[in-house]
């Protein structure tokens, strides 16, 4: 465990945030870190530091005793788990930005931890530089938290952006925001919503204890929305953005996905553009509370990072209040929304989808219809997810 003195880190990774991490913690001597070594996979990339911090070898990090604390910033999922669990075994303070491996594999970190009493923490794996994890484990009551509601993928809220405000196509937007550096080495996580709902897995746990696998929830990204979606959404005044949802039931259930929806001018949510995340936290007595920033991106990923850095010094751990000391809640499925669909042809609307329907257009092409369905139908078959069909929540 990091003891007060020093903190003496061992990087996995020099991409965009692994180098944006290094740079930060370099120019921020009031931190008292010091990088001892960088595992890469790749020692023939140039590179813009000193080639004496690189390693190829983990053990050189993993078996070195000087290394106290351990910042993993790669995007393979298996591998992260294999470094973070062994550091954690090893009682070894561990960083990760890693929302696929931990969304996978939070319940064996977790008891990990505990048992080694080494603190894991993962700030930086959802919304970037907005410190969301730690607000929802120690301010937000369970009991209190009545809705989490957020954009919690800043590549493809970029690239929305670019299609609805700027006019771009899709292909040149996701070209850009890979080319920023918000997009996964792997964007189909990002625009599949993939990257969306293992974030929302990870928030889910801090906001109300539910350890769900990212299956268990409906989800998907930005890749079916129609230019006509678009049409329809500004008829409305409304705007189509990427959003996580969770809403406390009467019965303490809690309903969540992550769907594409139409944004009111009114909600919070429609002030958050370009690569940024919004989170909306309702609460039984404050009512909306709003947090605002840059969702993707080296700097931002690694300013929560570095938060996290600090927190260590005064052994930061998160508790996980909600799951540990709180009656956790469950997963629900049994609620009804508010949706459309659009379809290129009419016949892949399976009958009896919309439990009401309150509009339907059927032109050359190109067929809508608006109406109540239930959240569990989306799970029993996944039709709504073929190319040609965009369900929108409204
Ligand atoms: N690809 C991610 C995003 C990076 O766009 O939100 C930050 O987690």
């Known amino acids: ?49 000193d080639a004496s911090f690189f390693t190829t070898n983990r053990e050189e990090i993993l078996g070195n005793e000087e290394v106290n604390v351990v910042i993993e910033a790669i995007d393979d999922a298996d591998a992260s788990f294999e470094m973070v669990s062994r550091s954690l075994a090893q009682g070894k303070s561990v960083i990760t930005a890693n929302k696929k491996m931990l969304a996978r594999h939070l319940p064996e970190l977790i008891a990990l931890s505990r048992k080694t009493g080494a603190s894991l923490l993962y700030e930086a794996s959802c ?50 925001a890979q080319e920023k550096g918000f997009a996964e080495s792997n964007p189909s996580l990002d625009v599949s919503g993939q990257d969306a709902v293992n974030k929302f897995c990870i928030l889910l746990t801090h906001a109300y204890g539910i350890l769900a696998q990212p299956e268990e929830l409906p989800f998907t990204g930005i890749e079916n929305i129609h230019p006509i979606d678009r049409e329809v959404a500004l008829a409305e005044r409304s705007q189509i953005k990427l959003v996580a949802n969770a809403i406390k039931l009467p019965d303490g259930q809690v309903a969540a996905y992550v769907l594409p929806s139409f944004v009111k001018p009114m909600e919070l949510l429609s002030r958050v553009h370009e690569e940024y995340n919004g989170v909306v936290i309702t609460s039984a007595l404050t009512d909306e509370q709003f947090f605002y920033g840059k969702g993707a991106g080296g700097f931002p990923t690694a300013s929560a990072i570095l938060s996290d850095l600090s927190a260590l010094r005064y052994r930061y751990k998160y508790e996980y209040k909600k799951l540990m ?3 956790p809640s469950n997963l629900c499925l049994d609620v009804e929304l508010d949706a459309y669909v659009s379809l290129n042809r009419e016949e892949k609307l399976p009958a009896g989808f919309f439990e009401e329907t309150y509009e339907y257009f059927t032109g050359r092409g190109f067929h809508y219809r608006k109406g109540r369905i239930l959240l569990s139908k989306l799970m029993e078959d996944h039709w709504w997810k073929q190319d040609g069909v965009s ?4």
């Open 1 to 49: 465990m990091a003891n007060a003195d020093t903190l003496s880190v061992g990087l996995f990774g020099f991409g965009v945030v692994g180098e944006a991490v290094f740079r930060v913690i370099q120019q921020t001597p009031s931190l008292a870190a010091r990088i001892v070594k960088i595992c890469i996979k790749n020692p023939g990339k140039p590179r813009s530091i």
């Open 391 to 394: 369900l929108i929540l409204m």
């Open 325 to 327: 000391m709180q009656k």
């Open 127 to 176: 919304c970037a530089s907005i410190p969301v994890i730690r607000n929802l484990e120690e301010y937000y009551d369970n009991d209190l938290l009545v809705g989490l509601r957020g954009i919690i993928n800043g590549s493809t809220n970029y690239i929305l952006t670019q299609i609805f405000e700027r006019g771009l196509g899709y292909a040149e937007a996701l070209r850009q």
